[in-house]
């Protein structure tokens, strides 16, 4: 879910995915205006919307592009036969031309045309800046939310994406979605301080909890078939049972600032994080806080645990991801630093295995115990950043998105073939005297290993198949 931190400047919102230039910030027009509307709640357009079904005006689903390099495209004169006396000419040339001797550069360049076979579904674009994102645990089903409360389910596959279903679900931005562990239901978290599930057989709303907070909700996750929990941007946390009405059966404040993240750490304990720099966790048998962390510099904004639920990772937005043990969340065990921004989004891929969403618009693969950057798995344009990933429920594709209106998907099945020990240790560039932090950002890109599902290229790949010179 995106940072929509209070104070967060509002910018334009590009109508096109393909209008990128300029486009300052997440916050619209349309967000600027729905905030003044928040001080009459008793007024017009703060009436529910019943997941109203609208047209799927101005999305894109996406289809592989098969288009080769234009530069390199053959015309209809190379690609025909001819049928002059220069036959025995072009014979001659072909025979001259002796592929051994090819030069290195050529095969290089070749090699670089040839089309990737394509391991994962094309991007889906958007007309609306696209705020939260959840893959369906059984089927192959993603679903989206905007900024303009509209949910899109869609359903992904390697040639192509469908669109299923587009909802109208508030007048105000939607701020989180998660699909439960049975994939039953959806959980919706809105800017009108509304919170919904819906019945993902019909894609009708079956529970609704209207202003169920005194401020705008931040983040939600699903505890179980009927229990859920939901956090605001005062630092409030709320525990819901669908089954006893709309009453929450637990009520803290343990924040200043926003509840920017849940994760449920077993069947007794939940951690929230938040954006004040602390984590606070909950004994869900006595529904009560339980262990707070130290206040650290910056917002902690993502969650994840590694080593079979043992450590919990943080990620925060100075940079560095925090490891706490199990039961033990008042100070860090441990810390991985080296991310050249903050880290707003993380997702645990195999034991030990992270992707981080970054700042700077990376998505990266970090190996813990030991300690390793494995490489960039891509990247969003302009370097916008990574806002919210999401894995599916075979482990293969990882989905992010960013302030470009895409849905970009990555095949990373290759990470559980890599030799870890190979890999670059992270670590922080060495001081120089350059001061300006673009700069430094360029040149740790440039030393920065890319992975396969990367669209970026290593240098010393392109060059391996050169001959040295004897």
Not at 72 to 84: G, H, I, L, P, Y
Not at 307 to 326: A, M
Request: a negative charge; one cysteine or more; charged letters at 30%.
């Amino acid at each position: 879910m995106c940072n929509f931190k209070p104070s967060d400047p509002s910018g334009d919102l590009v109508e096109s995915s393909d209008d990128l230039e300029g486009m300052a910030g997440i916050n619209s027009a349309e967000e600027s205006d729905a905030d003044d509307s928040d001080d009459s709640e008793d007024s017009t357009d703060d009436e529910d919307i019943e997941a109203v079904e609208i047209a799927d005006v101005g999305e894109e689903a996406g289809k592989p592009n098969n288009q080769e390099n234009p530069f390199f495209a053959a015309t209809e004169e190379d690609s025909e036969v001819s049928d002059t006396d220069d036959d025995s000419d072009l014979e001659a040339e072909e025979t001259k031309d002796d592929p051994e001797e090819e030069d290195d550069l050529i095969k290089a360049l070749k090699a670089a045309r040839e089309k990737k076979v394509r391991n994962s579904p094309p991007d889906i674009k958007t007309s609306e800046l696209i705020t939260d994102l959840s893959f369906h645990p059984e089927a192959d089903i993603i679903a989206l939310g905007n900024i303009s409360g509209d949910l899109s389910i869609f359903s992904y596959n390697n040639e192509e994406n469908k669109m299923q279903k587009k909802l109208k679900l508030s007048k105000k931005t939607l701020r989180g979605l998660e699909f439960d562990e049975a994939g039953t239901s959806l959980l919706t978290i809105s800017k009108d301080k509304t919170f919904r599930i819906l019945d993902t057989e019909t894609w009708t709303v079956k529970t609704k909890y209207v202003k169920c907070h005194d401020s705008p909700l931040y983040s939600c996750a699903s505890l179980g078939p009927h229990i859920s929990v939901t956090g605001d941007e005062d630092g409030f946390v709320k525990m819901w049972d669908n089954r006893l009405g709309d009453t929450s059966i637990m009520t803290f404040k343990r924040f200043d600032e926003y509840v920017s993240s849940f994760l449920k750490m077993d069947e007794n304990h939940l951690i929230a994080a938040s954006g004040e720099g602390t984590i606070q966790s909950f004994d869900l048998r006595q529904k009560k806080p339980d262990i707070q962390s130290e206040m650290y510099d910056g917002e902690l904004n993502c969650m994840g645990t590694v080593r079979t639920g043992t450590k919990l990772v943080v990620g925060s937005g100075t940079g560095p991801l925090y490891l706490f043990s199990k039961d033990q969340y008042g100070l860090h065990s441990a810390q991985f630093p080296g991310h050249p921004d903050g880290v707003n989004a993380l997702i645990p891929i195999t034991d030990n295995v992270l992707i981080t969403g970054c700042e700077d618009g990376n998505v990266r693969a970090v190996h813990l115990y030991p300690h390793r950057f494995l490489g960039v798995v891509g990247h969003h344009e302009d370097e916008f950043p990574i806002e919210r990933l999401d894995v599916n429920t075979s482990g293969e594709i990882v989905a992010s998105i960013s302030h470009d209106n895409r849905v970009k998907f990555w095949n990373v099945t290759y990470l559980e073939e890599m030799d870890y020990d190979k890999q670059k240790k992270p670590g922080i560039l060495p001081k120089t005297t350059i001061r300006s932090k673009s700069k430094k950002l360029n040149q740790l890109r440039e030393t920065e290993h890319q992975l396969p599902s990367s669209s970026r290229t290593n240098k010393k790949e392109f060059f391996s198949g050169f001959k040295e010179d004897e």
